[in-house]
């Protein structure tokens, strides 16, 4: 089992105005997005556990796509309408994760300074990297940028997230929608700029490791 992580922790956003079934909806959303991050560059090892009534944590062996997933676990959530949303706080560290992948189980500074992160963000902030610095930086954009996605942009830009260099023609086909209307979302998303940050990102921690 990997000993290194980056843990997002995060809860719903005015969730004491979603009825039982919207929550559990929600929280499932994230769950099964988790699952699909499992998958990425052929397999990583992830763990989700819900926290709590509205709360839930995201263990991922793999930190430097931590923004691109807090991005698309957003991202998923928003699919189901323009009033969902979640806070999301990010740490990178080591950690030790159960063999049951269940993060209620784990231990180690990344669980812990997510964990801690969460409970401090300001109230307008809704979401936030403890690195500081230019991840910091980034993710306070990011939270800025997504936080104003529509439902249709939110699908297109989930769909272009993973797996990078999607071809947008591939992405208007899946969601029975022309390429034009894709990329219309896509702009209005700001994810031309964002994919641009994330793949920066992630080429400097490749050449950092």
Known sequence: MPDRFAVLTGDLIDSSDLSAAQLDAALHALEETARGIANW???IVTGFARRGGDGW???IAAPSLSLRAALILRAALR???KS???RIAIAEGTGTLPDDRDPNGAHGAAFTDSGRLLDNLPAHVGMAHAAGGALGATARLADHISNGWTPAQA?????????RG???AQAAKQLGIT???VNQALWGAGFPALDDAL???EQEDRQAD
């Not at 699908?155 to 797996?163: D, F, G, H, K, T």
């Open 179 to 181: 390429r034009q209307a």
């Open 166 to 168: 999607r071809i947008r």
């Open 79 to 81: 699919e189901l309408g």
């Open 199 to 201: 793949t920066l990102i």
């Open 84 to 86: 969902r949303a979640t």
């Open 57 to 59: 944590q995201c263990a």
């Open 155 to 163: 699908r297109a830009v989930r769909l272009m997230l993973w797996p």
């Open 41 to 43: 560059e052929g397999g």
